[in-house]
RNA sequence: GUGGCUAUGGUGUAAUGGCAGCACAAGAGACUGUGGCUCUCUUUGUACGGGUUCAAAUCCCGUUAGCCACC
């Protein structure tokens, strides 16, 4: 027993593919706080939280694994402070595994000026406009100080759409910034490479190559859904996912549409994570077993039946649609939490119905119903 | 009772006699490694009845309603 735990703590992560199913994997990742079933899906938590989840809360609906947020915890409170108070999973009780985004693509996306240089990316703050910096290096260290049990390296997310020069160009700069993240590994900490390279195939190869040369705990793809037509982004997805070391998680960044997770899953991804749930839920998009519906919809007014009848969630068991629209529109506090807590179980949910359909060897079957059923659209 | 003022979508307000517009609310969507944010689209109106004019929310008369002042 005592030898086991040893043997744990020496590898920080260990990933284990227990069934496949053509190009579909699942597996466990294991994780000194804790076992990951994959194909796994990470709820985010940009500021040290699930918004408007309780760790409890995360855990009864069945998180294994969060994402947290290099740039965001950065800005504030400050890594130094988190440090100081012990870490991240100490700061907001969470003690499962935490997956740290690297920053680069917040500073893609978020702050309003960006000037790329050598050794990393100076940006205005979208808080308060204030001037910083952040490359490898500091990427690493502040993934150190908040502790996270998965770190990512600092990327450049090309934009879409790019040349075939730039996305070049910007496939160097994150290769060398990878190299960087990759001897300043933190002890204790995985460490995960991204592969950029726009849409383009060659590039895609070659980042992949570059990557592999320097050798990660996992590999991700980042740098789509960022725009280009949904067919490219599975073309890439299709591409990519084969080319990734079978024995090694692999990750597919930001991407959480469902169609989209099915597209990845049976391309041999692992891991996802997406503001989707959490963000649609604050605006009042739920899924459900019949497909997407808003819920602050007329016809729900006085329907006194559960969001999702076959939903075992607490929302489900305890509140009717009438109840949920209302607090929705009234903009009160618990309508973020209940439906909140309704889209990560129906996230979690699917997941675990997917993982038993791939130890069944019955993923296209799992793949088809899902099609079908979204067509069905909002009528529940 | 007399005099004055006012009347424009659900609400609050624009429009010199010349395309009735805006905000909020309401309705339907969108949201893919940030956003209780944001964006897109839609419905709804000149209190009522006459008159003048090529043309009326606008000018005139009456009705109704509200507000103010005076008896």
């Known amino acids: 027993m005592q030898r086991a735990l040893c043997v744990i703590m020496i590898s920080m992560l260990k990933f284990e593919v227990l069934k496949t199913d053509g190009g579909v994997r699942r597996g466990i990742l294991r994780l000194l706080r ?6 796994a899906f990470m709820p985010v938590g940009t500021n040290a939280t699930v918004k408007a989840m309780s760790s409890d809360e995360l855990k009864e ?30 700061f907001m009780n969470w003690d499962r595994p935490i997956l740290t985004d690297s920053g680069g693509f917040q500073v893609y ?32 260290e502040i993934q150190r100080a908040l502790g996270s049990d998965i770190a990512m ?32 590994q933190n002890e204790g ?4 490479g991204i592969v950029q390279g726009s849409t383009y195939k060659d590039l ?37 996912g084969p080319l990734l070391p079978r024995e090694r998680p692999r990750y597919l960044m930001g991407i959480g549409d469902l169609m989209d997770v099915l597209v990845a899953v049976e391309a041999g991804f ?6 989707m749930p959490t963000r649609n839920a604050r605006n009042g998009t739920l899924f459900t077993s019949a497909g997407r519906i808003s819920i602050k919809r007329t016809e729900f007014k006085a329907d006194e039946r559960p969001l999702d009848p076959q939903c075992l969630c607490p929302t489900c068991r305890n509140y009717s649609r009438a109840y949920l629209r209302h607090l929705f529109l009234t903009r009160e506090i618990l309508s973020m939490r209940l ?42």
């Open 34 to 39: 804790g076992d990951i079933q994959t194909p």
């Open 61 to 90: 609906i069945g998180a294994e694994i969060i994402l947290g947020n290099t740039y965001h915890l950065y800005l504030r409170p400050g890594h130094e402070v988190i440090r100081s108070v012990g870490g991240l999973h100490r």
């Open 109 to 140: 996306s978020l702050s309003a000026l960006r000037q790329i240089e050598e050794n990393g990316v100076c940006f205005r703050s979208h808080i308060d406009g204030s001037m910083h910096f952040i490359g490898p290096a500091e990427a690493m």
């Open 153 to 184: 390296v600092f990327d450049d997310c090309t934009p879409y759409p790019a040349t075939h020069e730039y996305a070049l160009d910007s496939l160097k700069r994150t290769l060398g910034w990878a190299k960087r993240c990759r001897e300043l």
């Open 189 to 192: 900490q995985a460490l995960f």
């Open 204 to 240: 895609r190869t070659m980042s992949i190559e570059g990557l592999l040369d320097i050798g990660f705990d996992g590999y991700a793809v980042g740098g789509l859904s960022v725009g280009e037509p949904k067919e490219v982004m599975h073309e890439m997805i299709r591409f990519v």
């Open 270 to 275: 692992d891991m996802f994570d997406c503001v």
């Open 339 to 380: 439906n909140t807590m309704h889209n990560i179980y129906f996230y979690m949910d699917f997941f675990r119905k997917m993982r038993e359909a791939i130890q069944a060897g019955k993923f296209q079957d799992f793949k088809r119903r899902y099609e079908n059923m979204a067509w069905i659209e909002t009528t529940v």
